[in-house]
């Protein structure tokens, strides 16, 4: 007798558990609190679907399910994602290592799992908002309101609670709650920063290449380079995205979280007073507009200036020495204070969910028999590029699989 599977949560992590379990043999049931299944995918990559990364390590992941990563990659990894899709019609296109289909469009992703889940005859039900998941024995009883089912297993694939628009707003960390399973606390990831200084307006709209460091109650964190982008609030970009989720818990228990940003780059430290003495003595005789101008965008330089007490018509041969030592500081080091991240509703991810100590290998929970985690729910959250997604279908299929056997080593 095949099992009957409940699979509730229609993003990324459900429709490939749903996929997986039945391919298995199992009766599946999809449960989705919209009026349709896959709603975040569509926003993913900016509409283009970046859904994995040939560039894979378990370093770009985070969170206490981050030592799950190499095994279930090892039994569903990047190739085998790559396969799934090219045997549902599928181009694929690379750009430095990142995946993207090659249509240009996340609906293709979509639509290939729509497909393959009707091929399957997955019953989905949408605008269905499960309220409860409950052990009856040797079932799992499934509650909607009024109605309840039984199932031989459950895979809660609710998602975070990143982009609550999309359904994607926590619910599915109250089931895991009501089933006995710790919470470990939810913030925002991947996402801007939100900074005290009151200059943003200034600068606003910038885009440059920067290093960002982020530094906690005074000790470094981590550093990251790449395109930084100025706004009318504080910083955002990829680079400050990676570093989100770190600054979000220090704010959380209450820890002073400073960036200080490089404007300059590529300007090794070792080289940097020779660069600076060169273009003084090349341009002493010109204003400090004049002096500044081609170094980076000039809304950058006039803020510098500005920060450094310096005026813009003033010529460069008459700033002190002290005035020139700050400007350079602040080209290599601008100190800026966190005050905030971005709210859930404008973050690519959550950071925390369900303590992966108490799920097994094979994402099965070690406190309910018959109940499997996938996607976002876990205590996992990966870095900019793919990498969400590759972790939802991995394991959206080492869940659908195991609840299809009913056996979490299977």
Wanted: hydrophobic share 40%; aromatic share 8%.
């Amino acid at each position: 007798m095949n099992n009957k599977i409940a699979v509730v949560g229609g993003g990324a992590a459900g429709m490939m558990a749903a996929v997986q379990a039945a391919r298995a043999g199992a009766l599946v049931t999809l449960y989705e609190r919209n009026d349709r299944i896959g709603r975040k995918i569509l926003s993913t990559g900016n509409g283009k679907c970046n859904f994995s990364n040939e560039n894979m390590n378990p370093s770009f992941y985070h969170g206490s399910g981050r030592e799950l990563i190499s095994g279930i990659y090892g039994i569903f990894g990047v190739s085998e994602t790559k396969r799934f899709f090219q045997e549902l019609g599928m181009r694929i296109k690379t750009v430095n290592g990142y995946l993207y289909p090659a249509s240009g469009q996340a609906a293709t992703v979509l639509d290939l799992f729509r497909y393959e889940l009707a091929r399957l005859s997955v019953d989905i039900h949408t605008e269905q908002q499960i309220t409860a998941v409950r052990s009856n024995g040797s079932r799992l009883l499934v509650e909607a309101g009024h109605d309840s089912r039984s199932y031989d297993a459950v895979i809660l694939t609710c998602g975070g609670a990143a982009a609550p628009g999309t359904g994607s707003d926590g619910a599915g960390f109250q089931l895991a709650r009501q089933l006995g399973h710790k919470i470990i606390p939810v913030v925002p990831a991947l996402t801007a920063l939100r900074c005290l200084e009151d200059y943003y307006k200034q600068v606003a709209g910038v885009r440059c290449d920067a290093k960002i460091t982020l530094y906690l109650d005074g000790i470094k964190c981590c550093e990251e380079r790449g395109e930084l982008q100025l706004t009318d609030y504080g910083i955002s970009g990829i680079p400050v995205f990676q570093i989100s989720r770190h600054a979000a818990y220090a704010l959380r228990e209450q820890k002073r979280a400073t960036v200080k940003i490089c404007f300059l780059p590529d300007l090794d430290e070792s080289v940097c007073d020779k660069f600076w003495q060169e273009r003084w003595e090349r341009q002493s005789n010109q204003t400090m507009e004049m002096l500044l101008t081609g170094l980076v965008n000039k809304k950058i330089n006039m803020l510098m200036l500005r920060l450094a007490g310096i005026k813009a018509t003033e010529i460069a041969e008459n700033v002190s020495a002290s005035a020139r030592k700050k400007l350079q500081k602040l080209y290599h080091a601008l100190a800026v204070e966190i005050k905030g991240t971005n709210p859930f509703t404008q973050s690519q991810v959550s950071a925390g969910g369900v303590d992966c100590r108490e799920v097994t290998e094979k994402l099965a929970s070690k406190i309910v028999p018959g109940v499997y985690f996938a996607g976002e729910i876990l205590d996992i959250d990966g870095i900019c590029g793919g990498y969400n997604l590759q972790w939802a279908f991995s394991s959206g299929t080492i869940a659908g699989r195991a609840a299809a056997a009913q056996d979490p080593l299977f």
